[in-house]
């Protein structure tokens, strides 16, 4: 299964903007990539997915680098309820995910 | 919408006890999917299924056993309970239908079932 690597944390000030880094070298051409968010106590909670373009719903938004070996997920205005662990996953032709350790994000009020 | 649904919510279990988690989905999603999640850890895939009468293993299915009648539920259970399946469960379920591939549906999960085995 193709790998990804995150960061193991990340700060934020309230109301400013949060990218989160993901890498993915052995991507395939038909891995799609996915992001997950866990709140304390909670479930995983879909956030966006994409291929190849750029993606944008009304949580965040996914960029991905040309050659997919890299994408951001980008929280535009960070609020205290986004203090979460972000996970970065590669969903292909076998439908299953493999959650890593992911990026806790932490927000200051 | 209920989504997924998971019971019970807590459950403590002495060793060697059995027990079934309940699973049940209101979206007619064709895929369900089992995962555990120790503290501090990312979840594991124990069982999956495309469909009903259709399951196949995960990455950690021993001391598991899970089955797919219906395409609403999935129950996991457990036969004899030991200290290491202490853990949260959570349940999942995905579509098959739309985009290009199965990778590209998103999976909804449950609010998970606390386990604690003494």
């Known amino acids: 299964d193709a790998k990804t690597t995150q960061p193991n944390s990340m700060e934020s000030n309230e109301e400013e903007p949060v990218h989160l880094p993901c890498n993915h070298s052995t991507i395939s051409g038909t891995d799609y990539i996915h992001w997950y968010r866990q709140l304390p106590s909670q479930g995983p909670e879909y956030v966006i997915h994409g291929l190849t373009s750029n993606v944008n719903n009304r949580m965040a938004s996914l960029a ?4 997919r070996k890299s994408s951001t997920l980008i929280l535009h205005r960070a609020t ?3 203090a979460a662990v972000y996970y970065c996953i590669l969903s292909g032709s076998d439908y299953k995910l493999s959650f890593g350790a992911g990026t806790t994000v932490t927000v200051r009020a | ?4 649904t998971q019971t019970p919510k807590f459950r403590i279990l002495k060793i060697g006890q059995s027990m079934t ?3 049940t989905q209101d979206m007619n999603h064709n895929y369900m ?4 999640q120790d503290p501090g850890m990312g979840l594991k895939l124990i069982y999956y299924s495309v469909g009903a009468g259709i399951t196949d293993k995960g990455e ?7 089955s797919r009648s219906t395409t609403e539920d999935f129950p996991l259970r457990l036969e004899l309970a030991a200290p290491s399946q202490t853990s949260v469960y959570f349940c999942a ?3 098959h239908f739309g985009g290009s591939g199965v990778g590209n549906q998103p999976q909804h999960f449950g609010d ?3 386990l604690s085995i003494l």
């Open chain 2, 33 to 36: 999917y089992w995962y555990r």
């Open chain 1, 80 to 82: 205290l309820r986004d």
């Open chain 1, 64 to 67: 991905i680098a040309e050659d």
């Open chain 2, 112 to 114: 998970g079932t606390r």
């Open chain 2, 93 to 95: 379920s995905s579509s």
């Open chain 2, 21 to 23: 988690l309940q699973c």
């Open chain 2, 1 to 4: 919408n209920a989504g997924v």
């Open chain 2, 60 to 66: 950690v299915p021993n001391g598991y056993n899970v």
